[in-house]
């Protein structure tokens, strides 16, 4: 029995749940989340919460209740406070600017990279070398921050290159010299 399907989701005051079959769709001051959600689970909303039913004890019923149940109860965080990744650019010369919805980056190469932002997510760069990516939508934050890190992964030696706020980056040895 899924220990997480079964908990229902409180709906916070400010945010409205609009269920139209297995399309979902979450709004709140933050933003507004729209997902199409597993057709094998019932989703219903009852007395301010959403509850994700399963109509039998299959094993793909059982797993789709708990990644539903999760994939709504982050819909609703979204959409009520909202998700933020910070992003770190260690290295001499290595900065980011903001131009429009475009992320200018020079990351040590030949060239500067420009990466355009989402219209669903916010871009605040301080010191050219931290960037705050905020949105309400959690799937979509990820993979632009994911995007934005393998531009430049940091390398072991020196810690070059873009990494995440609170990631660590296990350093290695040098070269010894010869004596």
């Known amino acids: 029995m899924s220990r997480i399907g079964k908990q ?3 709906i916070p005051d400010d945010v409205d749940v609009d269920i139209d ?8 001051p933050v933003g507004e989340v729209s997902r ?3 057709d094998v689970v019932e989703v219903r909303t009852e007395n301010g919460e959403i509850l994700v039913e399963r109509p039998d004890d299959t094993r793909e019923a059982r797993s789709h209740q708990g990644l539903v149940r999760s994939l709504l109860s982050n819909m609703v965080q979204g959409a009520s406070e ?5 992003l770190e650019i260690n290295g001499v010369g290595y900065r980011a600017e903001q131009y429009g919805k475009y992320i200018r980056f020079e990351l040590g190469f030949s060239h500067p990279i420009l990466f355009e932002i ?3 997510i916010e871009v605040e760069i301080e010191d050219q070398t931290e960037v705050e990516l905020t949105s309400a939508d959690n799937e979509l ?15 072991p030696y020196k810690g070059k290159g873009v990494k995440y ?9 040098g070269k010894a010299g010869v004596s």
């Open 141 to 155: 934050l990820g993979q632009t921050a994911a995007k934005i890190r393998n531009l430049r992964p940091p390398e």
């Open 36 to 38: 199409d959600v597993s």
């Open 82 to 86: 909202g998700f933020t990744k910070r």
């Open 21 to 28: 079959g297995a399309h979902v769709t979450i709004s709140g």
């Open 118 to 120: 989402h219209d669903q």
């Open 165 to 173: 706020a609170d990631e660590k980056i296990r350093r290695k040895v």
């Open 8 to 10: 229902p989701i409180e």
